[in-house]
Nanobody, 116 residues
Framework: QVQLVESGGGLVQPGGSLRLSCAAS????????MGWYRQAPGKQRELVAV????????NYADFVKGRFTISRDNAKNTMYLQMNSLQPEDTAVYYC?????????WGQGTQVTVSS
């Protein structure tokens, strides 16, 4: 069992930036894949980005490519999402996720609101 806690969300103007953090309650070395998801009101939860341990491989959803950067610091048991050039359509609750298959874990989410 592991607990994941997101932080760093908030209110920003269009074009602004935020950095989200996901802190795990124990070592994340066992999680080959970790990722960020988001869910806007009335929408399904959708994948934003994923990252693997091996070679620091990353993949991004098309709607964030070139704007967001996912990273992880295994020694600190923390994953990050740097979000630049934020737009109103990025408004959502952002969730940290760890693991694959039937045994995986979710954080409680952090609200990101992009509005002028």
């Amino acid at each position: 069992q592991v607990q994941l806690v997101e932080s760093g969300g908030g209110l920003v103007q269009p074009g602004g930036s935020l950095r989200l953090s996901c802190a795990a309650s124990r070592s994340i070395f066992s999680f080959y894949v970790m990722g960020w998801y988001r869910q806007a009101p009335g929408k399904q939860r959708e994948l934003v980005a994923v990252i693997t341990i091996g070679g620091g491989s990353t993949n991004y959803a098309d709607f964030v490519k070139g704007r967001f950067t996912i990273s992880r610091d295994n020694a600190k048991n923390t994953m990050y999402l740097q979000m630049n050039s934020l737009q109103p359509e990025d408004t959502a609750v952002y969730y940290c996720h760890a693991g694959t298959g039937p045994r995986d874990y979710w954080g409680q989410g952090t609200q990101v609101t992009v509005s002028s």
